[in-house]
């Protein structure tokens, strides 16, 4: 299936998303799979022109495929971390290594606001400062 959409050769197809990103380490990178499981899969494109022609070219070969047009997401900037917050960890979005701002924009629309915590023991702590989405390394 991957190889017939990459046969089309459009230049708006930027890549699926599993191969368009990859931990800054290899300790975050089950975090980061489990995290996104649900999106890894997906087809990232550039625009609507290029999503209207994957999608009729999906169809016509009866390839079931989710498509996200990466101009739908814009940068999210509104997170940010103090001193204190980062002795407990980081933002998984700061984890993750991406080909490009478009990419990144997407990521961060599916991780979000989800903080990667060091240590299991710093949970009670971050659920006070507010935390809600949390993931550890194991």
């Not at 599993?18 to 089950?30: C, G, H, K, T, V």
């Not at 609507?48 to 390839?63: M, P, S, Y």
């Not at 940068?75 to 001193?83: D, Q």
């Amino acid at each position: 299936k991957r190889k017939k959409i990459k046969e089309m050769c459009l230049s708006g197809v930027i890549g699926f998303l599993n191969e368009l990103i990859q931990p800054r380490s290899p300790i975050y990178e089950l975090a980061i799979q489990v995290s996104l499981n649900h999106a890894l899969g997906y087809l990232v494109v550039k625009d609507e022109d290029t999503a209207e022609l994957c999608n009729k070219f999906l169809v016509e070969n009866k390839i079931s495929q989710e498509v996200i047009v990466a101009e739908h997401y814009k940068e999210n900037n509104s997170i940010s971390l103090t001193n204190k917050d980062s002795q407990y960890g980081t933002y998984l979005i700061n984890l993750i290594e991406t080909k490009n701002q478009d990419v990144k924009n997407v990521i961060s629309f599916f991780v979000n606001k989800t903080f990667y915590c060091k240590d299991k023991s710093y949970i009670p702590i971050l659920h006070e400062m507010g935390y809600k989405n949390l993931i550890l390394q194991d």
